[in-house]
């Protein structure tokens, strides 16, 4: 996980937002309509809880007329939030200690915006890919840099160069390594020996 990234860079910004005074059915209706998990109930611009799914169904069970309810009597008080300006592990480790795959951002005392596991973890996959892929390009560079000091100091040393060109080499998208037989093997262009394992 990129350990620098912070929530600000990855939330969402856009979220639903309800008044304790709204009516349950309308506030299920916006959920459903937005395709939203959770409401963050708002006084002002400050985050005074929260309604889910969760705590509509329970509301339903408990004999609750969702015609007469309103937000204030079925939404969760306690709000699980994070700072903007803290990084994604730190935000992680809030979203493991509420138990929960969200999180309100805040920013000032004022809701401005969600982040979820799923951002969490968008974010931590394509990192890793990023970082995967800036090694597999110092690998390949390397591999070029090597073959040239070779030939260079060959050159210098007094020895021949071989007459083999090297336009029909490429780099193996896998080791880095220079080979003239390459072959495509799930979307990347392979050596004998990469080909192998």
Known sequence: ??????????????????????????????????????????????PVGVVTDRDVLAHLVSDGDPAAATVEDVMTESVPTVAAEETLPEARDRMSSWSTSWLVVSDGGEAAGIVTEHDILATSALGSEATAQQAMGQTASQAVADEVATVGATATAGQTIPDEPFDDQGICEQCGSLARNLAAFNGQLLCDDCRDI
């Open 1 to 46: 996980m990129n350990e620098n990234v912070t929530v600000r860079e990855v939330m969402e910004r856009e979220f639903v937002g309800v008044s304790e005074s709204d009516g349950v059915l309308e506030t299920s209706e916006l959920l459903l309509r937005e395709e939203a998990d959770l409401a963050v109930v708002l006084r002002g611009s400050e």
